[in-house]
T-cell receptor, first 112, second 113 residues
């Protein structure tokens, strides 16, 4: 069975700081990788996804993620965070035909 | 385009009561699923459906029932509510299980006292 680990449960940053959220998964085959964001009081929204090709994926709002197959990782990055990035971030994985498996989530608080 | 609509948004139940969480999508998606979100545990799959008339269990199905009589609707039933079912519930839909994007409803915050 596939599983997803997000090592940082809570992250607090000041505006303009750089962000990197870790995500590791356990599945040896071909996977699809996702980052979802949940702003306070809202539903989950897709931030970015990786299916194949260039392992560096760019998403909305200046976020990007890098797929490193040898490390089973798909870390999320943003060079300069804003107060409006305060949210909970979820890494998710699936393989062909299977449903999404989510990590435990990382709560990001950006101080103005 | 409404997307995925969940009702109600909030609900308080007494232990032992039953209720149905409603989920409807208007995107003609075959795949629908229910997740529960608990602090530090992410979203865990309760039940899912790959099409009308077909449902299956996810990671945490105990205490919940589902049915899929139409493509649009996928209700989740709590048979006899327990405090352990206090959670936020999300319904999601996609074209197929590994589709590029899953669309989520606004969530239902359920408290069982």
């Amino acid at each position: 069975a596939q599983s997803v680990s997000q090592h940082n449960h809570h992250v607090i940053l000041s505006e303009a700081a750089s962000l990197e959220l870790g995500c590791n998964y356990s599945y040896g085959g071909t996977v699809n990788l996702f980052w979802y964001v949940q702003y306070p009081g809202q539903h989950l929204q897709l931030l970015l996804k990786y299916f194949s090709g260039d392992p560096l994926v760019k998403g909305i709002k200046g976020f990007e993620a890098e797929f490193i197959k040898s490390k089973f990782s798909f870390n999320l990055r943003k060079p300069s965070v804003q107060w409006s990035d305060t949210a909970e971030y979820f890494c998710a994985v699936n393989n062909a035909g299977n449903m999404l498996t989510f990590g435990g989530g990382t709560r990001l608080m950006v101080k103005p | 385009n409404a997307g995925v609509t969940q009702t109600p948004k909030f609900q308080v139940l007494k232990t032992g009561q039953s209720m149905t969480l409603q989920c409807a999508q208007d995107m003609n998606h075959e795949y629908m699923s229910w997740y529960r979100q608990d602090p530090g545990m992410g979203l865990r799959l309760i039940h899912y459906s790959v099409g009308a008339g077909i449902t299956d269990q996810g990671e945490v199905p105990n205490g919940y029932n589902v049915s899929r009589s139409t493509t649009e609707d996928f209700p989740l039933r709590l048979l006899s509510a327990a405090p352990s079912q206090t959670s936020v519930y999300f319904c999601a839909s996609s074209l197929w299980p590994s589709a590029p994007e899953a669309f989520f409803g606004q969530g239902t915050r359920l408290t069982v006292v």
